[in-house]
């Protein structure tokens, strides 16, 4: 059973860090793509960053210079470092891989 769950969400002030984490067991990890992605209230979900198996990467420009994917396929854990968050940054962001899906981890960023 594939199972993906975030961690690291919460609430921050514009100009802080995050750092989410995506914790995966029940496939081989080493060998998929990976990406984030992010549902803001009352929109659609939208891509963030991609990670390919062999590190390549991904960001939608909003995000580009601010965000950084990385994977350690020895924890089979996807990350997504994210410096100076702004108040747009807000959404539930969830990881992926195939067709499978985390549940989301909420990252508030206040004004």
């Known amino acids: 059973q594939v199972q993906l769950v975030e961690s690291g969400g919460g609430l921050v002030q514009a100009g802080g860090s995050l750092r989410l984490s995506c914790a995966v067991s029940g496939i081989t990890f080493s060998i998929y793509g990976m990406d984030w992605y992010r549902q803001a209230p009352g929109k659609q979900r939208e891509l963030v960053a991609g990670i390919s198996k062999d590190g390549a990467t991904f960001y939608v420009d909003s995000v580009k210079g601010r965000f950084t994917i990385s994977r350690d396929n020895a924890k089979m854990t996807l990350y997504l470092q994210m410096n100076s968050l702004k108040v747009e940054d807000t959404a539930v962001y969830y990881c992926?891989?195939?067709?499978?899906w985390g549940k989301g981890t909420l990252v508030t960023v206040s004004s």
């Open positions: 992926r891989i195939l067709t499978y």
